[in-house]
């Protein structure tokens, strides 16, 4: 897993059949086939990372904690919903359905259980990830005819972390507006992510992370506006206190992760903008030292500040070098955000406006 440390996978996974709604624990390697729709078209290949916290009760009831998952379940629906042919609308499972069989079958499986219990003790943060994948065997080029949803879980240290060096690669295009892809976690948006990873590499040895731009390309470079990190939403701390976040679109994936930062932030008392953010707006910013702080945004990490950012221009030339300001207070603030969004969690911090914590007992 890319940018995951510490990782270790449950023993089991779940498939979930969507047409028989029949379920079955498997091996945690379980595979598909070779020849599958899935494999070779992406088609019905959807996903969701979802954070959680495993804990045991004064009592020693083992619970297993989320934050706002309801937002990452509806979004799964709108990923099965684009993969699927109309006429198979009536198999994507309600919210419901999915929190049931995730928690009460496959959370409660022995050998899942008794490694949630593990991860109970240690006090390490979960990371859920269910994923849809078309069980027939076939060369078809059709809607897929066995469509499942699966899921798999592991445990782990860390992700992306601090301090991380960005690259902003103009010259890809994550996704298309046109396609209403961009909006959704779908595998067919993730190879450009790792081409742009390669290219900011090409830039600077340490790139971590590359920031896209939209798919105007029609438009001079500094028109076009500033879209998401390859794996993560974004945020703009800027000199006068202000933290931007770039507006929801076709082109921006509905980030659960960034609605409850930005609670958050607005309860601390810091001015959060939602604003279309150009590129000629953030190298003007960085050139002039306005831009305190960049962060990447995501469920796994849930906030990340970046260290270095690199603006490039058309011929990939580096234009303006953003470095953050340590001592200005938007960039501690974004980290006291980050420590009360993870203590919610584990319950020892309370819920902002806008925030749903599910808890559950096994």
């Known amino acids: 897993m890319a940018k995951f440390e510490g990782v270790k996978w449950a023993p089991r996974q779940m498939r979930y059949l969507l047409p028989e709604k029949q379920f079955a624990i498997l091996e945690s390697d379980a595979k598909v086939y070779g020849v599958s729709r899935s494999i070779f078209y992406a ?6 990372g979802i954070r959680f916290f495993a804990k045991k009760n ?5 619970e297993v904690i989320f ?4 937002k990452n379940l509806e979004r799964m629906q709108r990923g099965m919903a684009f993969n699927l042919s109309q006429s198979q609308a009536a198999l994507i499972p309600t919210v419901e359905e999915m929190e049931s069989i995730i928690i009460h079958q496959y959370f409660r499986d022995p050998a899942v259980r008794a490694f949630l219990g593990e991860m109970a003790d240690d006090g390490v943060q979960g990371y859920l990830r269910p994923f849809t994948v078309d069980e027939e065997q076939s060369m078809g080029v059709t809607f897929p005819a066995q469509p499942s949803l699966r899921a798999i879980f592991c445990r782990y240290d860390n992700y992306l972390g601090e301090p991380f060096t960005g690259v902003v ?42 920031l896209f ?15 998401e990190w390859d794996s993560s939403c974004c945020l703009f701390g800027l000199r006068d206190g202000t933290v931007v976040k770039i507006p929801e679109s076709d082109l921006i994936l509905p980030s659960v992760t960034i609605q409850g930062m930005v609670s958050i932030l607005k309860e601390m008392g810091v001015r959060v903008e939602e604003r279309p953010v150009t590129y000629g707006e953030l190298v003007d910013r960085v050139k002039k030292n306005d831009l305190v702080v960049v962060a990447s945004i995501g469920t796994a990490g849930i906030m990340s500040r970046c260290q270095k950012l690199l603006c490039v221009d058309k011929d990939n030339s580096v234009v303006a070098t953003h470095l953050p300001d340590l001592k200005h207070p938007v960039y501690e603030k974004l980290a006291e955000a980050k420590t009360h969004y993870w203590d919610i969690y584990r319950e020892k911090a309370r819920l902002v406006t806008g925030m749903n914590l599910f808890k559950y007992a096994l």
Not at 58 to 62: A, D, F, R
Request: hydrophobic share 40%; proline share 4%.
């Open 169 to 210: 690669i103009p010259q890809l295009i994550r996704a298309t507006s046109a396609n209403k892809t961009g909006c959704l976690k779908l595998g067919i948006n993730y190879l450009i992510s790792l081409k742009a990873m390669e290219a900011a590499k090409d830039v600077d040895p340490r790139a971590a992370a590359a």
């Open 58 to 62: 004064p009592k020693g009831q083992l």
């Open 43 to 48: 088609t019905f290949l959807c996903f969701e």
């Open 67 to 70: 934050l706002n998952w309801d």
């Open 213 to 227: 731009l939209d798919d105007r390309t029609h438009l001079k470079l500094e028109d076009r506006c500033i879209t």
